[in-house]
């Protein structure tokens, strides 16, 4: 009734209550629809391994990553103030340089800090949806077709809030593009994550880390364009690369040990 646009609390409060959704949804067709069990097909424990510290430290390598590819972009400058955000992030950024520590290294820690706690909620919220419930009823396609429905979903879960101006009302399309190509690109990670961890609360963590460091890749380049918001996409695609790659050596060692 009283409208608003995109980065006000009320816009924020609304997209986090939404991403509860997929996993409210998948919790009732599993317990009320199918009457099953949700613990072990949705992989709901916590054992931390390896593989949960991935999860916790590849968000920011990506967003570095990612800056790093801005900054390739024609006229980008560093912004080491982090002038690349919004005026209406200002009072985020002087938190940011209050803590006394480069504000690059303020985001990073804030972003490690974030994740794994309060983003985990809902991270949470969307993986039991999509890395619980969808990995197990989907799982017979295989990883890479698996993972491209899920990510298309995924992507289109987000469609609303593309309406809405996110991530940024100044360049909706180039915005919604790379939100698009972001959840298609991350679906083969995340689920990557999720077959040798086990464990969808892995999936949260990575889910919310890659939320708590986003604005890395933004807050310190201007001056860069709308496309932008293509670099984190671009990193993801050459770590799909790389994930592919590690698949086929893992599958050629496998079948020389059938061999013998």
Not at 15 to 22: R, T
Request: positive net charge.
């Amino acid at each position: 009734m009283n409208g608003g646009t995109w980065g006000s609390p009320n816009s924020f409060a609304v997209a986090n209550v939404a991403m509860l959704c997929p996993a409210l949804v998948a919790l009732g067709l599993q317990w009320l629809v199918f009457r099953e069990s949700i613990v072990v097909p949705f992989g709901l424990h916590f054992r931390p391994d390896r593989w949960f510290v991935f999860s916790w430290l590849i968000p920011p390598l990506v967003m570095m990553g990612a800056l790093a590819i801005s900054l390739l972009l024609p006229h980008a400058q560093f912004a080491g103030d982090m002038s690349g955000l919004p005026s209406e992030m200002d009072s985020f950024k002087r938190s940011v340089i209050a803590i006394g520590i480069p504000p690059i290294v303020g985001m990073v820690l804030i972003g490690l800090v974030m994740g794994p706690t309060v983003n985990v909620i809902g991270g949470l919220g969307e993986e039991i949806g999509w890395r619980g419930f969808l990995y197990k009823e989907l799982g017979t396609l295989g990883f890479w077709r698996c993972s491209l429905v899920t990510g298309l979903l995924w992507a289109l879960w987000h469609v609303p809030l593309l309406f809405e101006g996110y991530p940024d009302p100044r360049h909706p399309i180039s915005g919604g593009i790379g939100v698009i190509a972001f959840a298609v690109l991350l679906a083969p990670l995340i689920h990557f994550v999720r077959w040798r961890s086990g464990s969808v609360v892995a999936c949260g963590i990575l889910d919310g880390t890659m939320s708590s460091t986003r604005l890395i890749s933004v807050a310190f380049v201007r001056d860069a364009g709308p496309w932008v918001h293509e670099a984190i996409p671009m990193v993801l695609l050459l770590a799909n690369v790389a994930l592919l790659w590690v698949q086929r050596i893992e599958a050629k060692a496998c079948a020389r040990r059938t061999r013998t």
